[in-house]
């Protein structure tokens, strides 16, 4: 009796805990104690993880930290996962999931979603995919929060789909359509089943985790990719060799929406900078509003650009102001011809051309006069003529013009934009920069809610062989132009 008694008990037991097994899926489960590493197991340089004051702290050699606890002896497949995370300076760290151990080196399989708020790598590669990146596949290159302070970081993963997000705002959604393109070495960074590991990245990238939760989600259906197979090709090599494929001018115009202008974004893997027009009777006029226009977009997963209006806007505006932007552009297509013509070359109504080549040496002399005294990151709508004179374009943009621009952009190194709406500038002056060292930006200002694909830019990038070392990326707060060169003391004109 008494034996039959033990069995019924050890039924139970087995029962109960199948029972509350089951019962774990589809809630949150913890999978860090808080005190110790218990589940969790290097596969090499075990020194490079340790609990500091309740979190794994990673500094040290390169090397992962797997989960293989109890829960699902730490394989899955759908889940959502998150944890807090704080990064020191100039830190990199990742969560890699649905990968395997291996004894040392980079993991071959899964996806990585990287870390990275700060980190400036020495040597001949920088890195610019930003926490929130999945890793050189569909990489973030806008800053998403900032070291020295805590942050949520958790992400979705259902059958071929992965949502990031980052204090519950997402910054990356990636569908993965069937035989995505990969290198030969990366044929297993693709969805599946299996471990999740924290990367230490190397000695002196500190970063802590802490309320390491995750929850399984049952399976579900394949979703069909927004995209052609032909455009994920093309904008996952682009992510892979860490070029930033950003454009840098899109405006909230022609009815499109923040919200629309971010899911294109996450749709077709352009990272967007959305910026206003500042300038005397424009959206921004002053410090007021334009804190106003900041505070409406400064937790979007954007970067955020000013678009600097005609000449007046130095008056407007103070650099405390101004240096709240990731980055500031301008154009030369408003300014005050030498007959007091205050002109828009956009509109033909406001356009004065006497003479076209002295209207093209005032034109020069102004891009030479803005470019040497504006504090601006980038030159928009390069090279642009009035519609009575666009049809001369490359009769009237000499070679001795060109090289004043060029090296004009050269000596106060402002970017060069590729606009891809206007097809400007042409391919002889974009060799011509980047021969004297211009960097590029890609641009669309777009008049409508249809921003297109960059098809220009992208076709200048391949016939220029441009790396992403040829490309702009915003400057850390303190190194901005208007940080840097300050406002100029009188409009320049």
């Not at 004894?103 to 071959?108: D, Q, W």
């Amino acid at each position: 009796m008494k034996n039959y008694s033990a069995i019924i008990g050890l039924i139970f037991l087995y029962l109960l805990s199948i029972s509350c097994s089951k019962s774990k899926d589809g809630e949150w489960i913890d999978l860090f104690n808080g005190t110790d590493l218990t589940g969790w197991e290097a596969n090499e340089n075990p020194e490079s993880f340790k609990v500091v004051d309740g979190a794994i702290y990673c500094d040290g050699p390169r090397a992962h930290l797997f989960y293989k606890g109890d829960y699902k002896n730490g394989v899955f497949k759908n889940f959502e996962f998150k944890t807090m995370v704080k990064t020191l300076p100039s830190s990199n760290s990742g969560v890699v999931f649905h990968t395997q151990e291996q004894p040392y080196g980079p993991l071959l399989r899964g996806y990585e979603v990287q870390i990275d708020n700060s980190y400036e790598r020495e040597g001949d590669f920088q890195e610019l995919k930003k926490t929130g990146s999945i890793y050189g596949v569909r990489n973030v290159y806008f800053p998403t929060h900032n070291d020295n302070e805590w942050f949520e970081l958790s992400f979705k993963v259902v059958e071929n789909h992965v949502e990031v997000f980052v204090n519950n705002r997402k910054v990356n959604d990636y569908v993965q359509p069937d035989d995505p393109w990969r290198i030969k070495n990366d044929k297993m960074k693709v969805f599946s089943r299996g471990l999740l590991a924290l990367q230490c990245h190397d000695e002196g990238s500190k970063v802590y985790f802490k309320d390491i939760k995750i929850k399984v989600l049952p399976d579900g259906e394949k979703l069909t990719p927004p995209t052609s197979k032909e455009w994920d090709t093309k904008i996952t090599q682009l992510h892979h060799a860490n070029f930033p494929v950003i454009d840098f001018h899109v405006h909230l115009k022609g009815g499109l929406t923040i919200e629309q202008a971010i899911e294109n974004s996450m749709k077709l893997g352009i990272n967007y900078g959305i910026a206003p027009n500042c300038g005397l009777h424009f959206p921004v006029t002053n410090d007021e509003s334009l804190f106003a226009y900041m505070d409406t977009v400064k937790a979007q997963p954007i970067f955020r650009g000013m678009q600097a209006e005609g000449r007046e806007w130095v008056t407007l505006f103070s650099p405390e102001a101004i240096a709240k932007f990731d980055y500031v552009f301008t154009d030369a297509m408003t300014w005050t011809d030498r007959d007091g013509h205050r002109m828009r070359l956009w509109i033909p109504e406001e356009v004065f051309v006497k003479n076209e080549q002295d209207f093209m040496e005032q034109l020069v002399g102004k891009i030479e006069n803005i470019l040497s005294k504006e504090p601006v990151d980038i030159h928009v709508n390069p090279t642009y003529l009035p519609e009575v004179l666009a049809a001369k374009y490359d009769e009237l943009w000499t070679d001795e013009r060109i090289d004043r621009f060029v090296n004009v952009l050269a000596k106060n190194k402002v970017a060069l934009e590729i606009n891809s709406r206007l097809k400007l500038p042409s391919e002889k002056i974009l060799k011509k920069a980047k021969e004297a060292g211009v960097k590029f930006t890609f641009g669309t200002n777009n008049t409508t809610s249809d921003l297109g694909t960059l098809d220009y830019s992208l076709e200048m990038m391949k016939k220029l062989g441009l790396t992403y070392k040829d490309m702009f990326m915003p400057k850390p707060n303190g190194s901005k132009p208007v940080q840097t060169k300050g406002l100029p003391d009188q409009i320049t004109g």
